[in-house]
């Protein structure tokens, strides 16, 4: 596997969590960009948050403000802060990589359980 979704759990609304996303290796990390995305029970996948290996970020907008995503070269980890957490950000996270700028996502991993009690 080469990328590996941890840290997920069970939080109150407006709880926190931190996600973890480990490459298995210095390439898969240095690709292009590492995004999350999530996918919650009878939905479909969306996106959530991507890093590019230079830093730049995207959010989709019900998670800006809320949400962080970050990247540590010396661990090969990306990671997604979460804060002020909601019902609806329940879902199971799965991190992906991307090549190039409009390449596919790829090398998905297992992903890891959040869920947000009311």
């Known amino acids: 596997v080469q990328l590996q979704a941890s840290g997920g759990g069970l939080v109150q609304t407006g709880g926190s969590l931190r996600l973890s996303c480990a490459a298995a290796?210095?390439?898969?990390?240095?690709?292009?960009?590492i995004g999350w995305f999530r996918q919650a029970p009878g939905k479909e996948r969306e996106f959530v948050a991507s890093?590019?290996?230079?830093?730049?970020?995207v959010y989709t907008d019900s998670v800006k403000g809320r949400f962080t995503i970050s990247r540590d070269s010396a661990k090969n980890t990306v990671y997604l802060q979460m804060n002020s957490l909601k019902p609806e950000d329940t879902a199971d996270y799965y991190c992906?990589?991307?090549?190039?700028?409009?390449?596919?996502?790829?090398?998905w991993g297992q992903g890891t359980q959040v869920t947000v009690s009311s």
């Open positions: 992906a990589r991307r090549s190039i700028l409009t390449g596919p996502w790829s090398s």
């Open positions: 290796s210095r390439n898969t990390f240095s690709s292009y960009a």
């Open positions: 890093i590019t290996r230079s830093g730049n970020t």
